[in-house]
């Protein structure tokens, strides 16, 4: 199923536009921007995944139990912004082997089934909107117990979509989190809570943008968390 154009392209959801199975039409660009990394070791989590992946700004990240198509082993997909990236990084890792732990190497590759493109309400999102959120200043009374509460919702799925989140040496508070619409999520709430009002928050730049050179340098993990209540 191709897409549709003319005057009704914006009106319906993407699902009706592209189908079950998006078919690039002539003229489509940008499609080839899912990675899979497969045979994972059991306990991998969405974290241990991006600290592993760099070349490109990423748009959602998601690990699955394979279990009877390969027992005992997880798979994760991870779709960059750009395709060149999503290229670069397994390019990267053909000739770097990426590894989690000693003697658990994964294989890399590209998915070779077209990746949706961006959703129309995306599109204007994406020039600046990432999935890690900046709070300059967190003040003394602030606790990242309740923030981690308030963003989850009652929520398991979006519980689990909040990644990292770590307070600096200048009191800047980080959160990263599995993909760019729950960090949208996250920033609705952070300007429209009452108990949020008067922070100052921003987008920051996805670490996985730094150059895939970074990965043999070692420079992968994150800041330690350090909480204020």
């Not at 198509?69 to 912004?81: D, M, N, S, Y």
């Not at 990432?130 to 919702?153: G, K, M, N, W």
């Not at 008067?198 to 994150?222: F, H, S, T, Y």
């Amino acid at each position: 199923m191709r897409a549709a154009t003319g005057r009704n392209y914006t009106r319906f959801p993407d699902f009706f536009r592209y189908g079950i199975q998006y078919i690039p039409a002539e003229g489509d660009s940008n499609y080839m921007r899912t990675v899979q990394l497969s045979n994972l070791p059991l306990g991998t989590e969405v974290r241990d995944v991006l600290v592993r992946v760099r070349g490109g700004d990423i748009l959602s990240a998601v690990v699955v139990k394979m279990g009877k198509i390969v027992p005992g082993t997880l798979q994760a997909r991870v779709v960059f912004k750009h395709e060149a990236a999503a290229e670069d990084y397994v390019l990267y890792a053909a000739e770097h082997p990426i590894s989690f732990g000693e003697g658990n190497i994964v294989e890399v590759t590209l998915v070779d089934t077209p990746t949706f493109p961006f959703p129309t309400r995306q599109t204007t999102r994406l020039r600046e909107h990432t999935r890690c959120i900046a709070i300059l200043d967190v003040p003394s009374y602030f606790s990242l117990t309740q923030l981690e509460h308030d963003l989850a919702c009652g929520n398991g799925h979006r519980a689990q979509s909040l990644i990292e989140m770590w307070v600096d040496e200048e009191f800047t508070l980080h959160l990263q989190f599995a993909n760019i619409d729950m960090a949208g999520s996250a920033w609705a709430i952070l300007h429209s809570w009452n108990a949020y009002r008067g922070l100052v928050c921003k987008w920051e730049a996805d670490p996985c943008a730094g150059e895939v050179e970074e990965l043999a340098n070692g420079e992968i993990g994150r800041a330690s968390c350090r909480e204020r209540v």
